[in-house]
């Protein structure tokens, strides 16, 4: 699996598990099991941020996809 210490191993990571699918906290944090609920809202924001990720839904139904 290699390393995913920081925001940008965990998001190349998922980028190569997840694809063009739609994906949601819960599944990210199930592919990152050492990091919490906080990381992973985080890093999906700093995802959204960047315009490496778009945001499909709204609050449980809400579900991200790789641009």
């Known amino acids: 699996i290699g390393v995913t ?3 940008e191993d965990r998001i190349e990571r ?3 598990l997840f ?4 994906f ?4 990210y944090m199930e592919e990152f099991k050492t990091i919490s609920s906080a ?5 999906l ?8 990720l778009e945001k499909v839904g709204e609050r449980n ?5 790789f641009i």
């Open 39 to 43: 990381t992973a809202s985080r890093d």
């Open 19 to 22: 694809g063009d699918n739609l």
């Open 5 to 7: 210490n920081t925001f």
């Open 61 to 65: 139904q809400t579900r991200y996809r």
């Open 24 to 27: 949601s906290r819960k599944e």
């Open 45 to 52: 924001k700093e995802g959204l941020e960047s315009g490496v």
């Open 14 to 16: 998922a980028r190569e």
